[in-house]
């Protein structure tokens, strides 16, 4: 009996060490293109001391989950489906790093010109857990679905822009391209790259809604096709990556009526670059203090300053990011750790953060993640 208790104590202490390691790690989930040897949603845990990365474990087979986002209480992760549901979802046990399908729920397939819609690009979670917005690039809407106390997903509402832009292959039609809540949770701001326009919605979270704002929109630099969207540490200033000229855009923010007002563009490129580029991700370190967009030609990562009083942008570094086309990156929330996933090499790279200076500095910790597209830390 003494040996059963003693073995029993022996196996509950290994069972909450290695619990404890996990919970002291970062949990990163990573979405990609289901091609070239991806087979879903991939999980790796980072070293908060060294940045090294585990073996990359699949958390759940699931179609080409280019964009995943976590609800407000960690509790659900969805993701882009391959479908015109838009979107599917997923209870997280962050201890395996796995992933559970949720049922069906409610929801249905949203339509389009009387056609199933293709599935979008971006989603994003509301504070209050009540619903999840989508960005449909291809067919240019904004999708707005309900979330059940159960994590399940009703059906989406979508509301669909008009317009084009100046580039004729890119700019044809609306291309809604991300969804990004204020940080109120009263407005949403959709980047639409097709019309050069980022979108100002009221959101309604318990209907499940958006109505236009007022303004309804701020428009960008003709050409410049605003892709990606985040909003500094204070809330007063925010900022867009424009895809297909390569600079970032910082907007004043208007918290009363959402309006947003232009105060700056930047390069994210070296002045004497000549080659083909566009940008994709932009964040926020989470001291406020520096700003990073991703290149992708350049095959880079730009380092810039934030002035804490008018929200400006000094330019800082520019450096590789290991890998061919960084479609994403993300920082740790401890803003020690700059991961980085890349579209078109199968490498995860990780880079150390300099609290004082923003610098990068490239690691040799790295991961083999095929079609890497989304770095979400848990």
Not at 107 to 115: C, E, H, L, P, S
Not at 185 to 191: E, K, L, S, Y
Not at 299 to 319: C, H, K
Not at 344 to 367: E, K
């Amino acid at each position: 009996m003494k040996t059963l208790t003693r073995a029993a104590l022996f196996l509950g202490a290994i069972l909450l060490h290695g619990a404890t390691l996990a919970m002291a790690s970062h949990l990163i989930f990573l979405g990609t293109y289901t091609r070239n040897g991806s087979r879903g949603i991939y999980a790796v845990r980072l070293d908060p001391e060294t940045g090294a990365l585990s073996a990359p474990q699949l958390a759940a087979e699931t179609p080409n989950p280019a964009w995943i986002t976590l609800s407000p209480d960690r509790k659900f992760l969805y993701a882009i489906h391959e479908s015109s549901a838009q979107a599917t979802g997923f209870s997280v046990d962050a201890a395996s790093g796995t992933l559970t399908p949720l049922p069906r729920g409610t929801g249905a397939d949203a339509t389009f010109a009387g056609q199933k819609a293709n599935p979008p690009s971006h989603l994003a979670v509301d504070a209050t857990g009540r619903a999840l917005l989508a960005a449909n690039y291809r067919d240019g809407y904004v999708a707005t679905i309900p979330i059940h106390a159960d994590g399940t997903l009703g059906a989406p509402r979508l509301t669909r822009h008009e317009g084009k832009g100046p580039h004729p292959a890119r700019q044809d039609r609306p291309h809604a391209h991300s969804v990004t809540m204020a940080p109120d949770n009263r407005f949403v701001m959709v980047c639409d790259l097709g019309v050069d326009k980022i979108f100002i919605y009221a959101l309604d979270p318990a209907a499940a809604r958006v109505t236009p704002g007022n303004p309804a929109f701020v428009a960008t630099e003709p050409g410049a096709g605003p892709r990606h969207f985040k909003f500094g540490a204070s809330g007063r200033h925010a900022y867009a990556i424009n895809e297909l000229n390569s600079t970032v855009a910082a907007y004043s923010y208007n918290g009363a009526n959402g309006a947003l007002t232009s105060r700056q563009i930047a390069s994210t490129l070296p002045p004497d670059f000549k080659g083909d580029n566009s940008t994709a991700e932009v964040r926020v370190h989470p001291n406020g203090k520096f700003l990073y967009g991703s290149n992708r030609g350049h095959d880079s990562i730009a380092v810039f300053a934030i002035d804490a009083g008018n929200g400006r942008l000094t330019p800082i570094e520019i450096t590789a990011s290991g890998g061919k086309t960084p479609r994403n990156f993300a920082l740790s929330p401890d803003g020690r750790w700059l991961v980085c996933g890349h579209q078109d090499s199968p490498i995860l790279t990780v880079f150390r953060v300099d609290p004082a200076t923003g610098r990068l500095s490239a690691t040799p910790h790295t991961a083999n993640v095929p079609v890497c597209v989304c770095v979400q830390f848990y």
